[in-house]
C-alpha cells in the first residue's frame, strides 16, 4: 500500500434498526470527535421536555465507546428509562488511488464491515419480546455484596456467607 493515497472514505448509510419508531424522535449521532458534554446537553434538553418520550443515540467504529457512555450518563441522571440495544456492522468503502498515475496501478476498492450500536432510550416501556430490551430496575434476583472479603447475599435474611 506504499504505493497508493487513500483519496476517499465512502460510508453506506443505514436505516434506523427500530421499525415502528416516530419520526420525530431525537437521534443523537455520536462520531469520534464529539464532546460528551454537548451530547448530553443536547439529550438531557430534549429529554426532560415532557414532549419527548424517546431518544436515539447512534455510533459506529471508535465511537462506540462513547455513545455507550454517553447513554450510560442519560440512564444515571433519568431514572426509569427502558434500554433497547442494536449491534450490527456497516460497510465503509475505501477509494485507495496510485501516488504515479503512470506507473499503470490501478484504483483500489476496499470494504471494511465497522462494528455499529443503535441504543434507544425511552420513558415508556418497550416491547419485551425483541431481543436487546432491557427493563428499569434490577430484575429477578438479589443482588451480591462483598464485606470484608466474604460474599453475603441481599436474599439471604440471615446474613450468611454463601
Known amino acids: 500500500m506504499e ?5 476517499r472514505t465512502v460510508e453506506q448509510p443505514f436505516p434506523c434498526q427500530f421499525p415502528g419508531l416516530a419520526s420525530d424522535t431525537p437521534e443523537v449521532r455520536v462520531k469520534e470527535g464529539s464532546k460528551i458534554r ?9 429529554m426532560e421536555a415532557d414532549t419527548c418520550r424517546q431518544i436515539l443515540f447512534s455510533g459506529a467504529g471508535k465511537s462506540i465507546a462513547k455513545a455507550i457512555t454517553c447513554t450510560e450518563i442519560l440512564k444515571r441522571r433519568m431514572r426509569g428509562l427502558h434500554q433497547y440495544t442494536q449491534l450490527l456492522y456497516r460497510t465503509v468503502q475505501e477509494v485507495w488511488e496510485p501516488l504515479e498515475p503512470g506507473a499503470g ?3 483500489l476498492t476496499v470494504s ?25 430496575g434490577r430484575g429477578k434476583g438479589g443482588s451480591v455484596r462483598q464485606a470484608g472479603g466474604r460474599e453475603y447475599s441481599k436474599k439471604d435474611n440471615r446474613g450468611g456467607v454463601m
Open 38 to 46: 454537548n451530547l448530553m446537553g443536547f439529550a438531557m434538553g430534549r
Open 105 to 107: 496501478l490501478d484504483s
Open 112 to 136: 471494511r464491515n465497522v462494528p455499529a450500536i443503535w441504543v434507544l432510550l425511552s420513558k415508556d416501556p418497550l416491547d419485551n419480546t425483541q431481543p436487546g430490551k432491557r427493563g428499569a
Open 3 to 7: 504505493n497508493y493515497q487513500k483519496a
